[in-house]
């Protein structure tokens, strides 16, 4: 015979589900989802040209002086040499990172947006200080992946797996090497985002009424959907490349 749950397990396994219903309504939570979601599909798709990119970026600073070397010849070299697949190298370094790192930025753009302009729209520069307070805290938290991820990127170091790396990091060059670069990477990508943020605004409020396609809609249209993909899939591509 199977036996019932008691009134308070069912009260309790109830009130469990309501709250985990109320944890997953939250707009911030919802941000935080649909930015991994979105960090994930550009992190698989344009891996291979962030490769090349940091390829071409550590050949620089090596061979000063020599022949230029341009990114398709820097692409062959790695397909003939680590096959098709070493162009994701460092594939999961890049997930670690943009993951969790592009749902950081727009669960604290949402927070920042609703905290101080529930009411309003933000002004030009007002969204230039929004995007680049939401970047920096992004860029803060998940920089020792992004120093890890550049090393995988390179060739140059033998990690097997993140966390090993940043433990190695870690003992080997102490917890400032963890942050190396900070002061440079906030420089790049705090503008780029306010600027991103500022124009993306600017350019929604010059659209014709019911068409806009403004981020973190609840009900986002075909239209808005049409527009928001591949603009925060370029805006994902450019700043955490």
Not at 11 to 35: I, R, T, V, Y
Not at 176 to 189: I, N, V
């Amino acid at each position: 015979m199977i036996q019932q749950p008691s009134p308070a397990v069912q009260d309790s396994q109830l009130s469990l589900l309501h709250n985990m219903e109320l944890l997953l309504a939250h707009p911030a939570l919802k941000a935080f989802m649909c930015g991994s979601l979105s960090g994930t599909c550009s992190t698989l798709l344009f891996q291979p040209l962030d490769l090349v990119k940091t390829r071409l970026q550590t050949y620089s600073s090596l061979q000063q002086g020599s022949s230029r070397v341009g990114m398709v010849a820097v692409f062959l070299s790695v397909v003939r040499t680590e096959k098709l697949l070493g162009l994701w190298k460092g594939v999961s370094p890049s997930c670690v990172r943009c993951i969790p790192g592009v749902g950081i930025y727009f669960s604290t753009f949402f927070s920042l947006k609703q905290h101080f302009f529930s009411e309003r729209a933000p002004s030009a520069l007002e969204a230039v200080l929004l995007g680049a307070g939401a970047r920096s805290v992004a860029g803060v938290c998940m920089l020792p992946v992004t120093v890890v991820k550049t090393r995988f990127e390179s060739g140059r170091y033998g990690y097997v797996s993140v966390l090993g790396a940043l433990r190695t990091m870690y003992l080997s060059e102490g917890p400032r090497s963890l942050f190396s670069g900070l002061t440079a990477t906030l420089l790049r990508d705090a503008p780029f985002s306010g600027i991103y943020v500022m124009f993306y605004s600017q350019a929604k409020k010059a659209l014709p009424p019911g068409t806009d396609p403004g981020p973190l809609s609840p009900e986002p249209s075909s239209l808005r959907l049409s527009v928001r993909g591949p603009v925060e899939s370029f805006y994902v591509l450019l700043c955490y490349g």
